[in-house]
Structure formats: structure tokens, C-alpha cells
């Protein structure tokens, strides 16, 4: 089976991950900061890493300030984790319906869905398509929420020249194996903001503080836990993993626009499909490869590829569709837009090492199912 996405993992990888094995630390050491730093350089904005993606949106939520009585407002075509993480907190979750052609968060029906009770506004940047932060921003402001950008699919992206990472108050990301670049299992929260990135460092590491202490007499030795928190903290030797992956981020780009370029030019004139678009001043690093399959066809096509060892997927399924939701009172019809793009989206295998012959068969073995 071909798979949707895979990682890549290459010798320099392996020599950094065994000579972490090989140091006096494991957890937290040296190479968390050396992480950290490394991906500050990329995203514009000091950074704190955590475990996961799904550690990285509490972790925002905490920063923000999220707790019961709070509206968080997100988009339902993400992973469940962008709403769950602030969920989580005690937040109410309002979604707001996706742009037709992006598939992000349309700033208009944020406009329409904050209130002054919103604390939050919770954008995702799509199969690697950053969101309009320009206009979340606008938003933002005008209630003084906190614009969070879940960006799990687009480290790496820029708008205008500027990162992903720099674009919102906080940002998190996703370090999967799927994902741009991996560590594993890993993420990161970078804030533009020094008051949101200390709260986020400190809700990491189970809300311990050493500076700004109440009690200032005890010893060296001492710390406070002012605040509750959980123990995030991404290990050493997962750090040293990411940097060396950092470091062919740039060559990982590349690969993904060489080969996002290519099933642009393949599938142009195949009927009953639309393929994704890119807005001008972006320049993302694709995560997904997301077509819509037109005329009700979706799930045969989706059957079919798989039956012929090609790992499609879909991405995802709106979040207030899940019983966790429909269980508050959410309901199916509430986001048309977002459904309807649901019912067509199609994930084609993307990933660094695909080959261009793997990709021809992917589009031949689609082109012949669509009666191209």
C-alpha cells in the first residue's frame, strides 16, 4: 500500500538521535533549548516545545487564558484536537464556517460569531495553506481575544514574506510523523507575545516557577507551583531529532512544491475533480495534497484507490459532526460550507521520498476511475 504520508528519516537523523542516547541526558538537557532556538529561526517568534500537537493546543489555550465561560472560536474542518484542547479547559466551542476555496476559517463568519465573551479565535492553516491572520486579526482586536493559529500542516509556509509561527499571538505545531518534519511525537508553541510564551513555558512543565517567587528565603533549591500545570516536556532526544530535521526543512519544501506542482499540471483536465488553490503572497509547504471529487463520487473513488494499494485519505471529518459535540447540542447542517467540502475531499499521497513514477501511477490509477 502506498501511503498518504510518510516521514523521512536519513542517517543524520539516526547520528543525532544516538549521540542524545549517548549524553548525560534524555529529558529535559541541552537540546530542548537548541530545539527551541532552531525553530524560532524558522518561525519568527520564540517557541516552547511540548509533546505533541495535541499538547500544543492546551498549552495555547492555557496561555490565552481559556476557562469555563469562555467562547473559543475554531473552524470544524480540523482534527477534533483544535476544539478538544480548549473544550478541555472549559471553554464553549463555536465554529465558524470555512472559506469555499481555501478551506481555512472565513474571517467573515468569525466576524459574525465572536461576542465579548469570546477569549479566544482558533484558526487552522489547512493542508499547509495558511489561514487570513491579516483578517482574524482585525477581528480579534475588536473583542480582545487572542488569535491562535493551529499551524500542524504548515511549518515552513510564509505569507508576504512572513513566517507562519509570526502571524498569530500564539501558534502551535505539530512535529508527527506525517507532518512537514517529525520528531516523533512533538510539538511546539511559538508566541510573538513574551507574557503568552512564559505562561505556556510555565502550564508545560507542570506549572513550576523559579523567578517571582512568594517566598524568596528558602534556598537555592527552591520553587513555587503557582499555578496548575501538566508535564509537557518534550525530551532531549526527540529535540535532537528535530533540529536535524530542521535543518532539510528547506529540501523538504522544495520536494513537497515540486510535487504539488506536479499533480496540479497531471490532473488539470480531469473532469469531476477540483484541485486546491493558492492565494497570491502565499508560499506554503504542503502538507496535504487535497482535490474534491465532484458528482457524489467521493467514496467510491476513495474505495477504489485503496483497492488499488493507493493510501488516500480524508481530512477530516467536521468536528461537530463527532458524538462528543452532537452530544451538547451541536448538529449536522450548522456549517454548509465545511460540509460540503467534506463530502468531496480527497487526501492523494504526498510525502518527501515520493517518487514521480509512484506519483504517475497515483494519478493514472485516479484519471482511469474518473474516465479520464
Not at 517568534?45 to 472560536?73: F, I, Q, R, S
Not at 482586536?141 to 511549518?155: Q, T
Not at 510523523?177 to 511546539?188: H, S, Y
Not at 463527532?322 to 463530502?343: I, N, Q, S
Amino acid at each position: 500500500m502506498l501511503p498518504y504520508g510518510r516521514q523521512s528519516i536519513d542517517p543524520s537523523d539516526v547520528e543525532a538521535v544516538v549521540a542524545a542516547l549517548g549524553s548525560d541526558w534524555l529529558t529535559t538537557g541541552p537540546r530542548v533549548a537548541q530545539f527551541e532556538a532552531d525553530i524560532e529561526a524558522v518561525v519568527g517568534a520564540p517557541a516552547v516545545t511540548v509533546t505533541n500537537g495535541t499538547t500544543a493546543l492546551h498549552t495555547a489555550y492555557a496561555a490565552a487564558g481559556v476557562t469555563a465561560g469562555d467562547e473559543v472560536v475554531t473552524t470544524p474542518m480540523t482534527f477534533v484536537a483544535t476544539a478538544s484542547a480548549a473544550a478541555m479547559h472549559g471553554a464553549t466551542i463555536v465554529f465558524a464556517d470555512i472559506e469555499d476555496d481555501t478551506a481555512n476559517i472565513d474571517p467573515a463568519a468569525v466576524e459574525a460569531a465572536v461576542t465579548s465573551r469570546t477569549r479566544a479565535i482558533g484558526a487552522v492553516d489547512y493542508a499547509g495553506h495558511p489561514a487570513d491572520y491579516d483578517a482574524l486579526r482585525k477581528v480579534s482586536e475588536s473583542v480582545g481575544a487572542v488569535l491562535i493559529g493551529d499551524a500542524a500542516h504548515s511549518i515552513g509556509s510564509t505569507v508576504h514574506g512572513r513566517p507562519v509561527g509570526s502571524l498569530a499571538d500564539l501558534t502551535t505545531f505539530s512535529f508527527f510523523p506525517t507532518k512537514n518534519m517529525t520528531t516523533a511525537e512533538g510539538g511546539a508553541v511559538s508566541s510573538i507575545r513574551p507574557d503568552l510564551l512564559k505562561r505556556a513555558r510555565t502550564f508545560r512543565t507542570i506549572g513550576v516557577v523559579r523567578d517571582d517567587l512568594r517566598h524568596t528565603d528558602e534556598g537555592p533549591w527552591y520553587y513555587e507551583v503557582q499555578s496548575f500545570g501538566e508535564n509537557y516536556r518534550l525530551p532531549d532526544v526527540l529535540c535532537a531529532l528535530g533540529s536535524s530535521q530542521l535543518k532539510r526543512l528547506a529540501a523538504f519544501k522544495a520536494r513537497r512544491q515540486q510535487l504539488t506542482a506536479r499533480y496540479d499540471e497531471l490532473l488539470a483536465d480531469v473532469p469531476g475533480l477540483r484541485l486546491p488553490i493558492q492565494r497570491e503572497g502565499v508560499d506554503p509547504l504542503r502538507h496535504l495534497y487535497p482535490v474534491r471529487v465532484l458528482d457524489g463520487r467521493r467514496r467510491e473513488v476513495f474505495e477504489r484507490m485503496r483497492a488499488a494499494g493507493i493510501g488516500v485519505q480524508v481530512n477530516y471529518i467536521p468536528v461537530h459532526w463527532h458524538p462528543v459535540f452532537t452530544d451538547l447540542g451541536y448538529r449536522r447542517g450548522m456549517c454548509p460550507v465545511a460540509e460540503t467540502f467534506y463530502a468531496e475531499q480527497l487526501s492523494l499521497p504526498l510525502f518527501v521520498d515520493l517518487s514521480d513514477t509512484d506519483q504517475d501511477r497515483v494519478v493514472e490509477t485516479l484519471r482511469n476511475i474518473l474516465g479520464s
